[in-house]
DNA sequence: TTATCTCCTACTAAATTAGTCGGTATTTTG
DNA sequence: CAAAATACCGACTAATTTAGTAGGAGATAA
């Protein structure tokens, strides 16, 4: 529930891209002055949300990346869930290794578990891109 | 994001409690086997519930803790944010009147950050322990 | 008096985080 | 064409956090 630095910086550069939406491709460089962020850690992040297809990307001189939909389309779930692994997620115990709620887990209250996780889901995929901006 | 198995446990032992509000003091032991939780781990997470006042705890044989409150009166959001330090906060966000960074920063879309944090922070108090249990 | 309990501190192995560094490939621009 | 700017890629690392263990001390009920 503690956002990592990665989360964060993630959803501020997509808030950046948001707001320059109209702008086309904007490099990196400039994310990482503006937001003081590291550019190569800033890179990594990025590439993890261009698998995602969460933006696209154009290399060379002004090149850079841009929102691969409009910031409407594209809510606060995606982008957590993709740089944080399973977001809202909560660990269950069984013998040997983790095991996601959702998949195949008996703990008795799992269901509950599950419960507050989906209005966690809900709330982020309530808000996109779009609302965060102007 | 992803909850840590401390707030995992800490949640489901909680719940646990719940379920058994009338019984009196439970104790950890048994939280610890019904669960498959590791006792010395989960002795330290109560250490920190307790603190919070979320539980009191009784020694000596037959002793055990208990919710503090009943179950309508504790939300989800206490528990985590217990747990997990400030839950659903970004790092670059006010807390009180400073803003967190790690470094000095004049992040200019912080409040939109804030409004992210707030929707989860919302959605877990909403939910009461007593939602979990039945 | 003995078995359960909470409570406390210290140690640790493994994983994750938050980077850095150095280089390659591609494209625009002077 | 050459140089600069950009995406892209992998290896390395230091610090922190996580998820425990271990070994008790003190309280209480049976």
Redesign the pocket.
Known sequence: M?F??????GLKAMIHLAQNWQKG??????IANNEN?????L??I??VL?KAKLVK?????????ALSRSPEDIDVYSIINTL??EASSF?C?EKGD?VYCGKKCECSVEPALLKVARAISAALKDIKLSDLIG
């Not at 962020?37 to 850690?41: A, D, Q, R």
């Open positions: 503690k990592s630095t990665r989360s964060t910086y491709s904007i490099p990196l460089s400039a962020i590291s550019l190569g850690y890179e990594r990025f590439a261009k990307s154009e290399k060379g001189a002004s090149g850079g990346y944080e692994g660990h115990v983790k």
